[in-house]
Structure formats: structure tokens, C-alpha cells
């Protein structure tokens, strides 16, 4: 993360008081515990339909009906316990907001309403996120009025997201916030340390709260994030984490206004890296996958699963090796071999599966990749990815040459992250991301 250019003493000064106050233990007082957005019976005992001035549910399903040609994706035949009105004043008026979390799910979604008393105009998107983790507020800074959005994944990792309230009516779903912070963890995230021991972090409440200031005294708003690290230690015995120690901790952003960013002032990434494992490819909602890697099977083994495939797609390499797809809904599995056809003789169905592409939502990786995530999100798996550019070498045997998969059958992409296990486990993960989204994940080996 490039840092703001600010002249070293000054800063150095500046350090040393914002870290002075941040090692004070932050109070209980201090924390904030995220409420979700239910909604109670009584709430909507007290629903009047008939008041003109006031924003209801009724009105809002209504409004979401007559428009369902742009809601029916997302929110079309709303229940009553599924909606959340809130009625904000900011800057001496009022605005109001609708939470949106759908029976059984795990997520909320946010959307600010435009009305004129008490007609509803419109409904615009503005974040989603997990909800027992999301709340909101609405904020004025030096860099403007925002929104602030906790939002988190279902694994409960997430950021505190920035969002300007003038832009709110020009946003789409899925569209990433002017700003966003590192400020939710209440995911174990297990890493092995070198004695052996496993460990994982976490922020206590899952979450940091911020403070808003002029630190360096520059007229521009800045940031702290203010809470409580914990550390576990998983007991294999009691099979549970275990708390271990607590320490008080503050993450420091400057402003830099040539950039327009928050800068992290820390030289600690509290975001753990962690090496890539065997475990972490193993493949949700496959009977076959979901316990140890493609490569312990054979294509007997798929089609037994799986029948025959939509297709078998077969190309040759430049060094003469015969690479085999073949495609099923969600999923690829490719052979490679010696052979130009890949048959139904015993020879041929013996053959073991080298690589697995997944190629739509329909599955997803144990360490809680899909198609269509956001790229955002893969910081929250805690793996050390190396980012790949579009046109970078590619230093893969599934991925570069001729014969790559990018290549051959025409993904379009912006980046691969791609992470490597050990050398004794010998596997390793391309992560394919275009405009923003994961569009395919493909498992790789070493060697």
C-alpha cells in the first residue's frame, strides 16, 4: 500500500502521539456490539397504512410491486418480517432506509428511499452484507456526507465501507464503495506456526470501531479503528479455540489527498497470510470432491458420479501431450495423457483427473471461493495470493501457453490470483477475475 507523502519528522511526531493513545485499553463502553435489523411483532403491530406522510411496508411492497420489472431479481414478494424500515436525521432532514433480509438468509441488504410525503419515489441500493454484522450511519467529514456500512461475508470477515450519500442514487448492485476499511473479523481463520500449535485471530465483538479526526492536522479527516485482538489456540483434544491472550489495538488511516485514500499507517497486516493447504480445494456440494482433491479420482470415478459429460473438448500442447476437458454444469475436469481421443475403453477410464476448473456458483471451494464473488473478498480467505495482470507472464502449467486453459478456451480476464501450497502437498489455486468478480476458479499442481 503506498504510503502518503508526508515529511518523515512530522509524521514520526504524529506516530508517536496517535500510538501513544491507542495503547490505553479501550473501555467497554467504548465497544459497539453490531444489532441485526430485525423486525419485531410489535413494530409491525404499530404499521399504519393509512398515514400518508409515513413510510410503511405496505408501501414498500407495493412500490416493489408495481416495479417488479426492476425488483423481482432481489426482493419481489417481500413478508413483513423480512423488511426493516429506519428513519434517520441528518443536516435537519429526514431520510429513510430499508433493510432487506429474506427469511433463512444469511444476508441484508441496504437500500435508501426516495420519497416525497410519504410516496415513495424510488429505492436505491446501496450494500449488502452478512447480517449479524450489519449496521449503518450516516456520517459528514471533511471529504463529505457518507454513509457507513459494516458489511461483512457469511464467514464473518468485512470491511467498514464508505459510500457518499449525493452518489447513493447512481449506484449499482455490486459496485464497490468510494472507501473501505479492514474492520470486521469473527472468522477463524487456522494458521500453523512453527512450533506446531494452531492458531487463529480475531476482533473481539467481530468488529473495530472508528474514531473520526484530523490526526496530522492537515484540514482533511482521518481514521482510526479502535478494538480488541484476540488470539485462540484450537485444543484438538476438547476439538474447540481456546482464547489465549487479548491486546488493545488502533489502525491508523491518514488521508492523502492527491490520492484520495485512506493510507494504513501500521506495519502490521492484522489480515494473516497463510500458505495455501490441501484441505482448502476440496469442493462444497460435490459427493466426490468435498473430502480430498480431484486427483485421487479417475474418470471412471466422474462418470459413475456424474454420467457423461455435456462435452469433451480435447486440444494438443506444444510438447505433444493430449489435454482432455470434459464439461459438465459448474464444473471441468481436465486429463492429460499421450492419447488424442480420450474414450470408453478401460485404458482411457483408468485415466486419473490432473485439474478441476469450476466454472459457476454451483460449487464452491472449502476455504469459501465461488464464481461471482467479489475480488475484494479474497483478502478474507487469508491466503497469500500473487496477483497475475492480464498479459504477465504466467508461470503455470494448466494456465500458460498455447494449450492454457485462459488461452485455449477464450476466458476473458483481468487478473489471476494464484497461491501455491507446499511443495510436498502440490497443489496450488488459479483465482480468474474480471470487472471486480471471481469468473473461474481452476486447482494447478507444482510440478
Same mark, same amino acid.
Given at each position: 500500500?503506498?504510503?502518503?507523502?508526508?515529511?518523515?519528522?512530522?509524521?514520526?511526531?504524529?506516530?508517536?502521539?496517535?500510538?501513544?493513545?491507542?495503547?490505553?485499553?479501550?473501555?467497554?463502553?467504548?465497544?459497539?456490539?453490531?444489532?441485526?435489523? *430485525?423486525?419485531?411483532?410489535?413494530?409491525?403491530?404499530? $404499521?399504519? @397504512? %393509512? =398515514?400518508?406522510?409515513? &413510510? #410503511?411496508?405496505?408501501?414498500?411492497?407495493?412500490?416493489?410491486?408495481?416495479?417488479?420489472?426492476?425488483?423481482?431479481?432481489?426482493?419481489?414478494?417481500?413478508?413483513?418480517?423480512?423488511?426493516?424500515?429506519?428513519?434517520?436525521?441528518?443536516?435537519?432532514?429526514?431520510?429513510?432506509?430499508?433493510?432487506?433480509?429474506?427469511?433463512?438468509?444469511?444476508?441484508?441488504?441496504?437500500?435508501?428511499?426516495?420519497?416525497?410525503?410519504?410516496?415513495?419515489?424510488?429505492?436505491?441500493?446501496?450494500?449488502?452484507?452478512?447480517?449479524?454484522?450489519?449496521?449503518?450511519?450516516?456520517?459528514?467529514?471533511?471529504?463529505?456526507?457518507?454513509?457507513?456500512?459494516?458489511?461483512?461475508?457469511?464467514?464473518?470477515?468485512?470491511?467498514?465501507?464508505?459510500?457518499?450519500?449525493?452518489?447513493?442514487?447512481?449506484?449499482?448492485?455490486?459496485?464497490?464503495?468510494?472507501?473501505? *476499511?479492514?474492520?470486521?473479523?469473527?472468522?477463524?481463520? $487456522?494458521? @500453523? %506456526? =512453527?512450533?506446531?500449535? &494452531? #492458531?487463529?485471530?480475531?476482533?473481539?465483538?467481530?468488529?473495530?470501531?472508528?474514531?473520526?479526526?484530523?490526526?496530522?492536522?492537515?484540514?482533511?479527516?482521518?481514521?482510526?479503528?479502535?478494538?480488541?485482538?484476540?488470539?485462540?489456540?484450537?485444543?484438538?483434544?476438547?476439538?474447540?479455540?481456546?482464547?489465549?491472550?487479548?491486546?488493545?489495538?488502533?489502525?491508523?488511516?491518514?488521508?492523502?489527498?492527491?490520492?484520495?485514500?485512506?493510507?494504513?499507517?501500521?506495519?502490521?497486516?492484522?489480515?494473516?497470510?497463510?500458505?495455501?493447504?490441501?484441505?482448502?480445494?476440496?469442493?462444497?456440494?460435490?459427493?466426490?470432491?468435498?473430502?480430498?482433491?480431484?486427483?485421487?479420482?479417475?474418470?471412471?470415478?466422474?462418470?459413475?458420479?456424474?454420467?457423461?459429460?455435456?462435452?469433451?473438448?480435447?486440444?494438443?500442447?506444444?510438447?505433444?501431450?493430449?489435454?482432455?476437458?470434459?464439461?459438465?454444469?459448474?464444473?471441468?475436469?481436465? @486429463?492429460?495423457?499421450?492419447?488424442?481421443?480420450?474414450?470408453?475403453?478401460?485404458?482411457?477410464?483408468?485415466?486419473?483427473?490432473?485439474?478441476?476448473?469450476?466454472?459457476?456458483?454451483?460449487?464452491?471451494?472449502?476455504?469459501?471461493?465461488?464464481?461471482?464473488?467479489?475480488?475484494?473478498?479474497?483478502?478474507?480467505?487469508?491466503?497469500?495470493?500473487?496477483?497475475?495482470?492480464?498479459?504477465?507472464?504466467?508461470?503455470?502449467?494448466?494456465?500458460?501457453?498455447?494449450?492454457?486453459?485462459?488461452?485455449?478456451?477464450?476466458?476473458?480476464?483481468?487478473?489471476?490470483?494464484?497461491?501455491?501450497?507446499?511443495?510436498?502437498?502440490?497443489?496450488?489455486?488459479?483465482?480468474?477475475?474480471?470487472?471486480?468478480?471471481?469468473?473461474?476458479?481452476?486447482?494447478?499442481?507444482?510440478?
Amino acid at each position: 500500500m503506498k504510503k502518503d507523502r508526508i515529511d518523515v519528522v512530522v509524521l514520526s511526531l504524529i506516530s508517536s502521539l496517535m500510538l501513544s493513545g491507542c495503547q490505553a485499553t479501550v473501555s467497554s463502553s467504548d465497544k459497539v456490539k453490531v444489532n441485526k435489523p *430485525l423486525v419485531t411483532d410489535a413494530e409491525a403491530a404499530r $404499521e399504519n @397504512v %393509512n =398515514k400518508k406522510n409515513v &413510510i #410503511t411496508k405496505g408501501k414498500i411492497k407495493k412500490f416493489v410491486k408495481e416495479h417488479k420489472e426492476e425488483y423481482e431479481d432481489l426482493i419481489y414478494g417481500l413478508k413483513d418480517n423480512e423488511i426493516h424500515i429506519e428513519e434517520k436525521t441528518f443536516k435537519n432532514q429526514k431520510l429513510y432506509f430499508f433493510l432487506y433480509t429474506a427469511n433463512g438468509s444469511w444476508a441484508t441488504t441496504l437500500y435508501q428511499i426516495r420519497e416525497k410525503d410519504g410516496v415513495i419515489e424510488a429505492l436505491y441500493y446501496i450494500s449488502a452484507g452478512a447480517a449479524d454484522y450489519f449496521d449503518f450511519d450516516i456520517i459528514s467529514i471533511s471529504q463529505g456526507d457518507f454513509i457507513t456500512v459494516y458489511s461483512a461475508t457469511h464467514m464473518g470477515n468485512g470491511s467498514l465501507e464508505f459510500l457518499e450519500l449525493d452518489n447513493i442514487p447512481d449506484r449499482k448492485a455490486g459496485e464497490e464503495p468510494d472507501y473501505e *476499511l479492514y474492520a470486521v473479523d469473527n472468522h477463524f481463520e $487456522e494458521l @500453523v %506456526n =512453527k512450533n506446531g500449535t &494452531i #492458531t487463529s485471530k480475531t476482533f473481539e465483538n467481530g468488529i473495530l470501531t472508528p474514531v473520526y479526526e484530523d490526526i496530522n492536522q492537515d484540514g482533511n479527516t482521518d481514521i482510526q479503528l479502535k478494538g480488541t485482538l484476540q488470539e485462540y489456540q484450537y485444543n484438538e483434544e476438547a476439538d474447540k479455540e481456546e482464547l489465549q491472550d487479548t491486546r488493545s489495538i488502533c489502525e491508523i488511516y491518514l488521508f492523502n489527498p492527491k490520492d484520495k485514500t485512506f493510507v494504513l499507517q501500521s506495519e502490521e497486516d492484522l489480515r494473516e497470510k497463510k500458505t495455501l493447504t490441501t484441505g482448502d480445494i476440496v469442493i462444497n456440494n460435490h459427493d466426490l470432491l468435498n473430502d480430498c482433491p480431484c486427483t485421487e479420482y479417475k474418470v471412471q470415478d466422474i462418470y459413475q458420479y456424474q454420467n457423461e459429460p455435456e462435452k469433451l473438448v480435447e486440444y494438443k500442447e506444444e510438447k505433444g501431450a493430449y489435454w482432455h476437458y470434459l464439461v459438465y454444469d459448474g464444473i471441468v475436469y481436465v @486429463v492429460i495423457n499421450d492419447r488424442p481421443r480420450l474414450g470408453k475403453n478401460a485404458a482411457d477410464m483408468a485415466e486419473n483427473i490432473d485439474y478441476v476448473i469450476v466454472t459457476s456458483d454451483l460449487y464452491s471451494f472449502s476455504i469459501g471461493i465461488q464464481v461471482g464473488m467479489k475480488e475484494t473478498e479474497l483478502a478474507e480467505t487469508g491466503i497469500d495470493f500473487l496477483i497475475i495482470k492480464n498479459g504477465d507472464d504466467l508461470d503455470s502449467q494448466l494456465l500458460s501457453g498455447r494449450t492454457g486453459y485462459l488461452r485455449k478456451l477464450k476466458v476473458s480476464y483481468d487478473s489471476v490470483y494464484y497461491a501455491e501450497s507446499s511443495y510436498e502437498e502440490n497443489v496450488a489455486l488459479a483465482v480468474i477475475v474480471k470487472d471486480g468478480k471471481v469468473v473461474r476458479i481452476a486447482t494447478d499442481k507444482l510440478y
